[in-house]
């Protein structure tokens, strides 16, 4: 069966330090990948996916960069963490049909202090 | 531009009587929909979805309708139960290959009263 993976759980960083979040799926080979937001107010906002490795679209403009080094690893990143960074992330995984289900790690909430 | 709307943040039932959850879509391109259940602190869980080709498709306690001319879809509960609390997200994608992205809508928190 497949899994899915993310950690840490939680995390506290400082204002202007890098942020390194890790994603990783067992079972399924060559998944789409996802990485969320959830923010007040908006959501599940969608911040990138991934269709193969090093194959990676943005959908908003932002602090954050993510990179899919192998077939079944997103990782978020920033180089300098601002306060508005703040907020719960979730990656998810899915076949690579459009008429299949997302599947989600346990999210990440991230408080920049 | 938000393609997938919650207009009800929140949404009190009583227990035992029928919780319904509704989503809006702007994009008529939208083919397969989906409704995710999520708790404080972790990931949204799959629920329960729908092809546009339907109208409608039940599993246990859950019920999904589809209206294509409204661009409107709904979740029924019946019965509600208390562990039915959570927020819920509806979300939309296009299901021909080359479209991988899965919209969500903004949630609705529903409480069951006991």
């Known amino acids: 069966s497949q899994t899915i993976h993310q950690w840490p759980a939680t995390l506290v960083q400082p204002v202007g330090s890098p942020l390194s979040l890790e994603c990783t799926v067992e079972?399924?080979?060559?998944?789409?990948l996802y990485w969320y937001r959830q923010a007040a107010g908006r959501g599940l906002q969608l911040l990138f996916y991934s269709v193969g490795i090093g194959q990676i679209s943005s959908e908003v403009p932002q602090n954050l960069s993510a990179s899919r080094p192998q077939d079944r690893q997103f990782i978020l990143s920033s180089k300098k963490l601002l306060l508005s960074d703040s907020g719960f992330y979730l990656c998810a995984w899915r076949g690579n049909r459009g008429d299949t289900e997302a599947f989600f790690g346990q999210g990440t909430r991230l408080t920049v202090v | 531009d938000q393609q997938v709307k919650q207009n009800s943040p929140s949404l009190s039932v009583q227990e035992g009587r029928i919780s319904i959850l509704n989503c809006d879509y702007t994009n008529s391109m939208f083919d397969y929909f989906l409704w995710y259940k999520k708790y404080p602190a972790e990931g949204p869980t799959f629920l329960i979805s729908?092809?546009?080709?339907?109208d409608k498709n039940e599993d246990g306690r859950f019920t999904v309708f589809l209206n294509k001319s409204a661009k409107h879809l709904s979740l029924h509960i019946v019965p509600s139960q208390p562990g039915d609390s959570a927020v819920y997200f509806c979300a939309a994608s296009i299901s021909n290959f080359g479209n991988e992205k899965l919209t969500f809508g903004t949630g609705t928190r529903l409480t069951i009263i006991p």
């Open positions: 729908i092809s546009s080709i339907k």
């Open positions: 079972g399924t080979s060559n998944p789409n």
